[in-house]
């Protein structure tokens, strides 16, 4: 996912359709630079998305 309108889109999928806050994006999005991997799997890793949410993103990347 490296098209800047599918990752505008991603993020705001996470905010509008998840409530998954700004503050959880940024510190996921913190963490990836030292540990780079996908956005979804960070988030869940720090307890910032349920199981049930991270299925909904992997449903929605796969649409996308």
């Known amino acids: ?3 800047p309108t599918t990752y505008s889109r991603f993020i705001r999928f996470l905010q509008e ?3 998954i806050s700004a503050a959880s ?3 996921a999005l913190r963490h990836r630079e030292l540990d780079p ?3 979804s799997m960070i ?3 720090y307890g910032l ?3 049930e ?3 909904q993103i992997y449903d929605w990347l796969e649409q996308a």
Do not use: C, S
Request: proline content about 5%.
């Open 1 to 3: 996912m490296t098209a």
């Open 17 to 19: 359709d998840l409530a």
């Open 25 to 27: 994006i940024a510190i």
């Open 37 to 39: 991997g996908p956005l």
């Open 43 to 45: 988030l869940w890793q």
């Open 49 to 51: 998305v349920t199981l």
């Open 53 to 55: 949410q991270l299925d």
